[in-house]
């Protein structure tokens, strides 16, 4: 696989930052929280408060990755009555509004459900950039290969902690886009500091792959975003955006991601290589 056609399409906007001196911004909020037209909202703040690429949940019943905050807002959206075809009307709504990236996190068997190829077709149909698949390896994961590329969409697969090299190189030759690179062992959530196991995890990475590197779980300021994109191409945030759109609304989601703007932007240091 060439660079460029791994880049995809949150790749190119990640590489766009990065050539521009500064660490990218990825964003999260799932779809129908705290309904429907509020979580279209909130995402169209993320955009216009600086955020690179958007990450869209898909609510599911069984969320065993994410913490309190996401799992809370997840339920709401689903006992709003929000499906799949929501998800898919959100993303829509989304691409039309601005040309940022939007990929979509969901666990797997929603789209088992709705069907791999239809909901490729479907997706990319409505602007859709790609899947992010945290419960999804790229050995069990070959229906859906296929059909990303076969859409032109985005494979983004998860590396931790506790991969080893073996894995992270195989897993990396697997993803479009770029490799979402968990901070932490343990569920979603905002904290005092990302852990210390990042930066090793995405050195490791670095060493084996050109694809962008996003650091994710535990991010909730400025500050914090800073530090990450001193190693990281991109700072992924969600837990604490969640939490600005149920306390400040739309207003409350375009002032932090202002402030994880301003983070991402400052001087980065020279250890960051590609």
Known sequence: MSELVALGNAGAAIRKANDEGRGALIGYLPAGFPTYDGAVDGVKAMIDGGADVIELGLPYSDPVMDGVTIQRATEIARAGGLRTRDVLSTVEKVAAY????????????????????????????VGGAGLITPDLIPDEGAEWIA????????KVFLVS??????????????????????????????RDKPSDLAAPLVARTKAVTGIPVGVGLGISNGDQAAGVVAFADAAIVGAALVKALEDGGPAGV?????????????ERRATVDR
């Not at 789209?111 to 239809?118: A, H, L, T």
């Not at 375009?254 to 932007?265: F, H, I, N, P, S």
Request: aromatic residues 8%; negative net charge; proline residues 4%.
């Open 147 to 154: 059909a990303a590329d076969k859409h032109d969409l985005d």
């Open 161 to 190: 902690p506790s991969s080893t090299d073996e894995r992270i190189a195989m897993t990396t030759a697997s993803c479009r886009g770029f490799i979402y690179a968990t901070a932490v062992m343990g569920v979603t959530g905002a």
């Open 98 to 125: 601005s040309e940022v990236p939007v990929l979509v996190m969901t666990y797997w068997n929603p789209i088992e459900r709705y069907g791999v190829d239809r909901f490729a077709t479907d997706f990319a149909g």
């Open 254 to 266: 375009r002032t932090l991601t202002e402030d994880l703007a301003a983070g991402v932007r400052r």
